[in-house]
């Protein structure tokens, strides 16, 4: 007998009959709800903050690492942020609609195509509840509805901002179901989720590899896949070194956990001595345990010496693997075997260098003289985003309105048919 996760089923009844409302409600009422959430969460931030306090405490309890602690924590800025972000997402063009080009066909038919919702959108993520009010949000701007699984160490956190978010958009006239957040955290619903054939159209994971990986391996719901961010900096040997120590500095330490973090720093030979020393003192003064090649060991003392896992590894912590590498194509050899095709940047004085650079590292964002932390839906203008994908279907980087849409053709006719 095949187990029923009533519960599961429940919500994506819900979700599914709110879908079929939101894929034609009227972008003002879309706005007017948004807008409403965003004032509701201000508003229940002390709420809000004493639920992600009682997260933050058994997370310290299990000796969660600080950066980790990082993702989880929320504060009265953190949450006018999420709240600014939803309200960026508002003020966005509806996609819902857009037409894509009309052309008439010699039988006199007239084909276009037309931007629709996906349906129902679920979301699997771990620690980070901002990614629940950015994610519902994106989802509701473009006509889906959304059912939404957070991890374990911050299901209080999320069930605050679900419940406000959805009371708040009900008010304003969204469709009962259009939010849902699945409150067992158990890894046995994740997957009976990932498998809710019939009733979510499209599950896009957001987290870990360990999670994304599962997700692909479990679901047999279409997946849009987000990746981890193994990150490279290159500090190009014409570099302007204090552009380059700026960059390396906020792309590590400015917010290590998360994705489009820097992990592992390449630098030319012919200026490794003359740049690595302060630039890799300034980072260790700050907390950054420095993995290095023998090269890099012997230009600065202190570093351990890396191993192959840490050229693979996205550490989301205080921690970079740096290498001396012989030139641009030693750069671009070792960002190609290692990359996981997240956010690449290449710090340079040298406009060939750069636009080589741009043309073949293989990523959905790729950088000159800027840090790779721009990798994210709000500084793209996006408002916020769904995820950072790093496949190549349908959608690719910071997911925003437009990737939360599918296309339908429309077709007028005058009485043709087809002989």
């Known amino acids: 007998m095949i187990f029923v996760n009533e519960n599961l089923i429940a919500k994506g009844t819900a979700a599914k009959q709110a879908a079929r409302v939101l894929a034609t409600l009227p972008t003002d009422v879309k706005n007017n709800a948004l807008l409403a959430i965003a004032g509701g969460l201000v508003k229940n931030s002390d709420y809000i903050i004493s639920q992600n306090k009682k997260d933050l405490d058994l997370a310290k309890e299990k000796g969660m690492a600080s950066a980790m602690m990082d993702r989880l924590s929320l504060n009265q800025s953190r949450i006018e942020s999420m709240a600014e972000g ?82 708040e958009g009900e008010a304003a006239g969204l469709p009962k179901g259009s939010i849902n957040l699945i409150e067992d955290t158990s890894r046995e619903t994740a997957v009976e989720f990932m498998k809710l054939n019939g009733y979510v159209d499209v599950l896009i994971p957001r987290g870990g590899a360990g999670l994304i990986q599962s997700v692909i391996k479990n679901a047999t719901v279409p997946v849009i896949e987000t990746g981890t961010g193994n990150c490279h900096i290159y500090i190009e040997k014409t570099a302007d070194l204090n552009m380059a120590e700026n960059i390396v500095i906020n792309a590590k330490t400015s917010r290590p956990s998360v994705c489009n973090a820097t992990e592992t720093l390449l630098v030319d030979e012919e200026i490794a001595k003359k740049c690595l020393p302060g630039i890799l003192k300034a980072l260790s003064e700050k907390g ?87 990798t994210d839906g709000f500084e793209f203008g ?35 048919i087809r002989k």
């Not at 129902?120 to 990614?131: A, D, K, L, Q, T």
Request: proline content about 3%; hydrophobic content about 40%; aromatic content about 6%.
């Open 382 to 416: 996006f408002g916020a985003e769904i995820g950072i994908s790093t496949q190549k279907m349908h959608a690719r980087g910071p997911m925003g309105l437009s990737e939360l849409t599918t296309i339908k053709y429309i077709i007028y006719g005058n009485g043709q």
């Open 86 to 167: 939803i309200r960026q997402i508002a003020a966005l063009p509806d996609p819902v609609g857009e037409v894509l080009g009309m052309v008439k066909r010699p039988s006199g038919l007239v084909i276009g195509r037309t931007r629709v919702p996906l349906g129902v959108i679920g979301i699997i993520y771990e620690s980070r509840p901002n990614v629940t009010s950015d994610a519902a949000a994106l989802c509701i701007k473009a006509g889906n509805a959304v059912i939404l699984r957070g991890g374990s160490e911050a299901i209080n956190s999320n069930l605050a901002i679900a419940n406000i978010m959805r009371q």
């Open 288 to 374: 950054v345990e420095i993995r290095g090649c023998e090269m890099t060991q012997k230009i600065y003392p202190n570093a351990k010496a890396a191993t192959e896992a840490d050229w693979e590894t996205e550490y989301n912590d205080y921690i970079l693997a740096v290498k001396v590498v012989d030139g641009i194509n030693a750069a671009l050899d070792h960002i190609a075997k290692y990359s996981t095709k997240h956010s690449e940047a290449i710090v340079t004085s040298d406009y060939s260098a750069s636009q080589k650079f741009l043309s073949e590292v293989d990523a959905a964002a790729v950088y000159v003289n800027a840090s790779t932390r721009f």
